[in-house]
């Protein structure tokens, strides 16, 4: 009797300390929420409430109809999608061929790809800067495609290729036999199994271009190519024009695709992480 | 047994070149697979990187190529990043350790100590507190790093506002040099201590059941059981996870530099985001370089410790 009091007890407290956890993680989250949904028109407010006193969804059709949020919105996608693309379309073609051929270079070629995670990718912005001058390229999205394709090459190749040598080999020994191409097994066969892998290196890449601030901020110089994150980072530092439920608004709007995705493949994307990643 | 003799010999006879060159062009179509990416990387970063590393032993920055006066300093540079001419850099550098060795120990210990309690095995709405748990880390650290600024905001923010209703003095979040290294740090842990939760988990729930039971047996404290059953088969999942996390805080701009863009005065600068002001504010190219550089050859080092210890433990896991 007493030792099952004691396990309640003790339970008791369990859930005392994770409510108090997570009654502390979520503080940023529900201000964020909270200033988004409040209706009050000042730029900023100084009393608090926990429930947003008159809540709307005001600041979210602003922030929707603003064209410059929107353009932001748009180059942002651009960005993000293109890198994706071209970054994986490069990177599954490289790890099929570094999983499956026995080719002369194979090794150095895998672990100069290693080096490349380790040098970090600040040590290349001026002379990329310089390049992009050089190609004439600047304020392209071809630029920063480019440049965000690079940049997470590496990882993207050794992820896929992981997962490529998971793969049993006797699949396309059968294929082979059947009379298929390379090319035939590549598109057909491996491109289908390799779905789940792609899609977390996919996440990764994504990611990238969304979020990063300096990369754009260094070379895009017009402000029609803006992205999302210079926006947002404008309007941060500028709360007399802009309202922070405003902000908050274009804050969640930037993240919540991103967050949801995050959440539903949490397992994968820590193992990937773990895995493959060498580099944040 | 004959044929396979007489093969052999055939193999050894042909040059070694001659191989080489067989095997490159029965394997011809990896080399199709493999160039774009290579040399999308060779062309747009390892190119650069390159060059960066020779802009080191160089005097470039925004007047010497406007003058046309660039030339070869051979390690100036670095005489002066790491020595007494330039004590801002290496007070970056150490500024830098602090951060780093403040946020991981707090990563580690906090992701720990949450895995330890969700691993409770009588626990309920486990699901629900890990998911409320995790949700920092699948925020956009770019934004969540926006956010923060906003709540300590020293007239407007969230903190003061509460510190003001309950009548206390206002604090100076980010114009304190010190409070404002230690603002960021908050920050920090909240974003990564996930991370180091869910790796926690993931390896607790790989410890089979019965070494506890049969510890039980044994009549272990719940003391022993964590020390000696629990933490050391953490180590081997934790330790990468560690030192991957220690690279990341090492390198990490965002939070710096979004939260208190260096400042006050420098106060908060670490390497990535003193670099950044470097290159951005003076235009001095070549010590942009030199500081990158320098912070290459810690990473590399911090990577080589990270593969060591990698493969020792996987040995270790062998046997």
């Known amino acids: ?280 | 047994m004959k044929p396979v003799i007489v093969s052999e010999k055939t193999t050894s006879t042909i040059s070694k070149e001659g191989k080489l060159w067989h095997r490159m062009k029965k394997n011809k179509q990896a080399y199709y697979y493999v160039l774009p990416s290579m040399l999308l990387v060779l062309i747009i970063s390892i190119g650069p990187i390159i060059y960066g590393i020779g802009l080191s032993f160089f005097n470039s920055n925004l007047y010497t190529m406007g003058q046309d006066t660039v030339r070869f300093v051979g390690l100036r540079n670095y005489i002066r990043a790491l020595g007494g001419l330039d004590a801002e850099f290496f007070r970056v550098l150490i500024r830098t350790f602090v951060w780093t060795f403040a946020n991981v120990f707090f990563h580690v210990t906090v992701g720990l100590v949450l895995a330890l309690t969700l691993n409770r095995p009588k626990l309920r709405w486990k699901g629900f507190y890990r998911t409320l748990i995790i949700l920092p880390w699948a925020i956009p650290q770019f934004v969540t790093a926006l956010v923060w600024r906003m709540m300590y905001n020293e007239q407007f923010g969230f903190f003061n506002i509460i510190l003001r209703n309950l009548g206390i003095q206002p604090v100076p979040w980010l114009s304190h040099p010190q409070l404002a290294l230690m603002s960021a740090i908050i920050v920090n842990i909240w974003l990564g201590f996930p991370f180091m939760t869910m790796v926690a988990t993931g390896a607790l729930q790989s410890i089979p059941r019965d070494y506890y039971e049969a510890a039980d047996i044994d009549g272990a404290t719940p003391w022993q059981k964590l020390r000696n059953i629990t933490l050391p088969l953490l180590k081997p999942a934790m330790l990468p996870a560690t030192i991957l996390g220690t690279i990341w805080t090492f390198t990490n701009f965002n939070v710096i530099y979004l939260i208190t863009g260096g400042g006050p005065n420098k106060a908060t600068e670490i390497v990535s985001t003193y670099q950044f002001n470097v290159l951005t504010q003076q235009n001095a190219y070549s010590m942009a370089a030199t500081y990158s550089v320098i912070v290459s050859i810690i990473l590399i080092a911090i990577t080589m410790i990270n593969m060591r210890v990698t493969k020792a433990l996987s040995q270790e896991g062998v046997e």
């Open chain 1, 1 to 280: 009797m007493s030792r099952k009091m004691k396990e309640k007890i003790s339970y008791f407290f369990t859930h005392l300390f994770m409510i108090t956890v997570c009654m502390i993680t979520l503080v940023p989250i529900w201000w964020v929420l909270n200033t988004a949904l409040d209706s009050r028109t000042t730029l900023v407010t100084t009393d608090l409430y926990l429930l947003p006193q008159n809540p709307t969804i005001q600041n979210f059709t602003t922030v929707l109809s603003h064209p410059r949020f929107l353009m932001w919105l748009k180059n942002s996608f651009i960005f993000a999608a293109g890198t994706t693309i071209f970054c994986l379309t490069l990177a599954t073609l490289a790890a099929y061929a570094f999983s499956r051929f026995d080719f002369p270079g194979k090794k150095s070629g895998l672990a100069s790809f290693v080096v490349y995670m380790m040098l970090p990718a600040t040590a290349s912005l001026v002379p990329q800067l310089m390049l992009v001058k050089v190609l004439g390229i600047k304020n392209t999205y071809m630029s920063l495609i480019f440049i965000w394709s690079a940049a997470n090459m590496a990882f993207a190749v050794w992820n896929l290729k992981g997962y490529f040598d998971t793969v049993p080999k006797s699949i396309e020994e059968a294929a082979i036999v059947d009379g298929a191409s390379r090319l035939q097994i590549f598109t057909l066969i491996m491109l289908p199994l390799a779905k789940p892998a792609i899609a977390i290196t996919a996440i990764f890449v994504f990611t990238a271009p969304w979020t990063d601030y300096v990369t754009s901020y260094l070379f895009l110089s017009d402000g029609s190519m803006y992205t999302l994150a210079q926006g947002l980072f404008g309007w941060a530092a500028d709360f007399r024009t802009v309202s922070w439920g405003v902000f908050c608004a274009g804050s969640i709007i930037m993240a919540l695709p991103l967050t949801i995705i995050y959440m539903v493949f949490q397992k994968y994307i820590v193992s990937g992480l773990t895995v493959g990643g060498v580099k944040g």
